[in-house]
């Protein structure tokens, strides 16, 4: 796949990226960026839903590319502001911890007459090791939906896919293993149109990878249904027209090729009949976002050696195949 090729070649020449730096003088030129995860949630029964905020450094490299500042090491806090609608928010005011994260409670303020609202952060304060800074620095809003409020797609049958859905967005786990996408700005997390060469088919696919901070691991994957799939959920291994996986580089040695014997790959694929007969289950679930803003998708994998593999992807960003 072209598409597939380039955007592993993008990967290959952004490893290496995020490296060590130095704390008193990293905070002299960077973007402060503010997360909120999950994107969207309704509210519970007794009327409160939870978000994290999570705030990122982000330093210019010499080849203008963003990389992500660790702030352990650079001794970094951000003062973050809350407000909310349709409700009130607790605590309206806190600290980052060491890891950038701020967890609030949003509590709607008549349960019955709840017709949805929001929680926005703003970073009010960023302080660290060469760097004092005061104002409007980054915001995220986060939307609070009813409990009544519609699906698209309805609820998620499937025992693997509920897995899936119990994850926080852009989060996937291998092995017993959970990983985010999108802490770096070379995270890569699209959705896209086209049609299918193979079957003359009009497709949506989100594509997605997550290149690691450290360089020792880089994970990709990608789901491609057709449009009439949408809001279902898809036995790809019965479903020839259905395609989905989910790739697992170990970067032994960062200078050499993604594929090859000193970087070895786990692919759990049902793209052919070879790649299926690996598996023991895999299911997918494709829907557009309440919003209208792209597609959140769910898929899980097992394996017949019994690992087990799932992500839930929410792509909002459109690319122009």
């Known amino acids: 796949m072209k598409h597939f090729t380039r955007f592993f070649l993008f990967l290959a020449l952004s490893a290496g990226l995020i490296v060590g730096c130095d ?79 701020v967890t609030v409670t949003f509590t709607a303020s008549n349960l019955e007459s709840f017709t949805g609202g929001t929680v926005k952060g703003i970073v009010k304060r960023v302080k660290g090791k060469a760097a004092d800074q005061q104002g409007n620095l980054a915001t995220a809003t986060a939307t609070v939906l009813p409990l009544n409020a519609e699906e698209p797609g ?46 003359d088919k009009s497709v949506v696919v989100i594509d997605f990878c997550r290149e690691h901070p450290v360089n020792n691991s880089v994970a990709g994957g990608m789901v491609h249904v057709t449009p009439e799939m949408l809001g279902k959920e898809i036995d790809m291994l019965a479903n020839e027209n259905g395609m989905a996986f989910i790739n697992f580089w170990t970067l032994k040695d960062p200078n050499q090729g993604y594929n090859s014997e000193t970087n070895p ?28 803003a792209g597609y959140t998708a769910l898929a899980y994998f097992k394996t017949k050696d019994g690992k087990e593999a799932y992500y839930k992807m929410k792509a909002t960003l459109e690319y122009s195949w």
């Not at 960077?30 to 450094?57: M, N, R």
């Open 23 to 101: 704390p008193e003088t990293v905070l002299g030129n960077h973007e402060d960026l503010l997360t909120v995860s999950p994107s969207q949630q309704k509210i519970s029964a007794d009327g409160t839903a939870s978000f994290t905020f999570t705030f990122k450094l982000l330093k210019p490299s010499k080849d203008n590319v963003k990389e992500l500042v660790d702030l352990k090491e650079t001794e970094t806090i951000a003062t973050i502001h809350f407000e909310a609608t349709g409700g009130t928010v607790n605590p309206a005011s806190a600290t980052t911890d060491e890891n950038g994260n």
């Open 154 to 199: 309805g609820d998620v049958q499937d025992e693997g896919l509920k897995k899936a859905d119990g994850l926080k967005d852009n989060t996937y786990v291998y092995d017993n293993q959970s990983y985010t996408i999108g802490t770096s700005e070379q995270d890569y997390l699209v959705y896209y149109h086209k049609t299918d060469p193979d079957s």
């Open 265 to 292: 790959e786990t692919n759990l694929n049902t793209s052919t009949a070879d790649k299926k007969a690996q598996l023991e289950k895999a299911t997918c679930k494709v829907t557009k976002n309440a919003d209208g």
